[in-house]
């Protein structure tokens, strides 16, 4: 390629009234190549220019293809900015590589980059830092004893930054920056994450770097410090907890790096995608018509940290994409759509990475994205005068992330693509699966959209597919049962129990009850202790005489929230827009109990008979010396809890 762009005129011509190319090509066994140039020939071009753009792109475009789905070495003489996947230094991918690296096999095999027109689906360009990167870096610092000590997080990641990477990945690094001159995402890749077994996601920190700096140094010294800063998190208190709580030791644990191309575009000095999103093939919190084996999935505009952290986005089922359980009222779609979104600033070039991967980072109200043009492939419009939502930006009102041009007027085959995918890679791995995702459109008829690939994972097998039998034996020891419940898995770590006082049940006091739980709820919060909530009628309502009008933050704590049948309570399942979009976001277990009979009950004479350990005037909180059994079956919608013998 870069001789056929370099050399003269003459020779172009020459060589190719002579098909000297095609010849060249099949000496050495590239027949398909030979085969496309061969029958064309130098007269059907205009000029000299023509003529030599078709032979560069075709050569590049062959180069191309023949990289799909292959995880080429890294060169530092020879980096392709065109190669999709390249391995910096040995060792392992770690789990998030690994899965990158499949999905980039898979959509080649199956030929997905064009099952959908007018649309490419592919990976972003990665380059991954294998773990050899990690061991060289730990032993030439001697790092290791001092990061398995009793050291903070803060001093660890001090000694972490001030440590050297090792001199070959650097200039590597060097190497790649000089080509890759686009916005990044440095993500961890632990040997542990996405296994099949324990999947180790969401503990270590993604940092977004504008990667813009006019000095090419100046934008090593910030990728090499976030990649020593998610060194550093394999370290620190969180991640030695969760390792320890899988079994596994924290000395065994190795760190690659996946280094990948931030979706999206620049827009006036912020870039972000114009959506980023998570799916799941398995939902084990549908609803109504919605099942379970049709998936979620879960939508922002801008990047996907919106989702992370547990703000406020759209979810759907891709098999029934315009029905929206959070957003049944145009008073839904004020208060619980997006307001706000994140990109990354590229108006400050010299922003260093910190622990917390926060840096870099902006957040902006959506009228921003209007500004920018983009609220016409999301945004709908609330009209004050007759409180209605109408969908698009062209009126005047209220916007709001509604998705409707995309999950209704189909302007961007969103949900198909998603289901396509989950069943491609269900399929492939034989286990459900969660993929990340983020998609750029165009507006140009002559560009193709972009949905890309961030990463797939199998969903936990014992949290997610656990067949969880629900089942009556040892009668006397159940607490409670529900053939109506959400969540799936065996819950054996709660030893609390904080539930509304059967006998002074009054539904003109309900306001007075959530102050009261919010209470117990900060204090076992600073315990760090899960607790089982029991209340009568809804959860969350807004109607003070329908349940208990809780706010989030006054059961944040809480891992499994009962709705039962007591007073004069009648219970409607909390499957409203707010209350219920946080039990899916915190995966909390969730029971009704409506009724009274072998299948719906709770064993109220032994919750009353227990001392509590504190009781106020509504509420009583029991602390047991044994933690509860709790099983619940998501597939079929039951749950029971046993007492602790």
Known sequence: EKCLAAVDAESLIYHGDKNHYSNWLMARTEFDLASRL???????????????????????????????????DFSREHYDIQAEFVRIGEGSLGGKGRGLAFVNSLLNRYRVHDAFEGTKISVPASAVIGTSGFDKFMKNNNLTNFALGDQTDEEIAEAFIKASLPRDLTEDLRAYLAVADYPLAVRSSSLLEDSHYQPFAGIFDTHFLPNNSSSLEGRLERLKAAIKYIYASVFFRNSKNYIEATGNRTEEEKMAIVLQKIVGQNRDGYFYPVLSG?????????????????????????????????????????SNPQMLPQFSTPQDYLKKSQHEFFAVDMSNPDVFPEPGGEAGQIKLHIIKAEHHNVLRYVGSTYSADNDRIYSGVGRKGTRIISFEPILKSKIFLLDEIIKFLLQLGSSAM??????????????????????????????????????????????????????????????????????????????????????????????????????????????GTSDRWLGVPIKWRQISSARVIIEAAYGDFVVDPSFGTHFFQNLITFQIGYMTINKTDQSNFMDWDWLNSIAPAKETEHIRHLRLKQPLNILIDGRNGKAVVFRPY
């Open 278 to 318: 998570i799916a799941r093939s398995y939902n084990f919190y549908s609803v109504g018509r919605i099942k379970p084996e049709e998936g979620i999935a879960y939508v922002a505009l801008g990047l996907g940290r919106t989702i992370m952290e547990g703000e406020n986005c759209l979810f759907f089922s891709p």
């Open 430 to 539: 034989n286990v459900p699966v969660e993929m990340e995702f983020a998609a750029e459109l165009n507006s140009d008829l002559n560009k193709s959209n972009e949905f890309q690939f961030l990463q797939i994972r199998p969903m936990a097998v014992e949290t997610a597919l656990e067949d969880i039998s629900v089942y009556d034996g040892e009668y006397d020891q159940i607490l409670c049962k529900s053939d109506q419940a959400l969540s799936n898995g065996r819950i054996t770590d709660i030893k609390d129990i904080v539930y509304v006082r059967t006998d002074n049940v009054d539904r003109s006091k309900t306001v007075e009850m959530a102050e009261e739980i919010g209470e117990y709820n900060e204090y076992l919060k600073e315990e760090d202790l899960p607790y089982m909530l029991i209340g009568p009628g809804r959860w």
């Open 38 to 72: 061969r029958p064309r020939k130098v007269t059907e071009f205009n000029n000299n220019d023509e003529l030599r753009a078709y032979l560069v792109k075709t050569f590049r475009d062959f180069r191309h293809e023949k990289q799909m789905g292959v995880v080429t």
